[in-house]
């Protein structure tokens, strides 16, 4: 997403790491090594324990791996 408005978040599904696997076809050490250096959406903290990611985020990654940076995503 290239403008700089914030996206909709209200009907956004948000996705547990086993969802988000399935749909990259990464790892999860993969997941969290990318999201580290900003080429991967950030999680979004459920609880102590518990993440996920927002769905439309990782539609973005998804529809163009290469280029993703989770600072232009926002």
């Given at each position: 997403?290239n403008d700089?408005?914030?996206?909709?978040?209200?009907?956004?599904?948000?996705?547990?790491?086993?969802?988000?696997?399935?749909?990259?076809?990464?790892?999860?050490?993969?997941?969290?090594?990318?999201?580290?250096?900003?080429?991967?959406?950030?999680?979004?903290?459920?609880?102590?324990?518990?993440?996920?990611?927002?769905?439309?985020?990782?539609?973005?990654?998804?529809?163009?791996?290469?280029?993703?940076?989770?600072?232009?995503?926002?």
């Amino acid at each position: 997403m290239n403008d700089n408005s914030p996206k909709d978040r209200r009907k956004d599904r948000l996705l547990r790491i086993a969802q988000v696997r399935e749909r990259t076809g990464l790892s999860v050490a993969t997941v969290y090594r990318r999201e580290a250096v900003g080429t991967f959406p950030l999680r979004v903290r459920l609880g102590p324990r518990s993440v996920a990611w927002y769905e439309s985020d990782i539609d973005d990654f998804v529809a163009d791996p290469a280029e993703y940076r989770a600072d232009q995503a926002a």
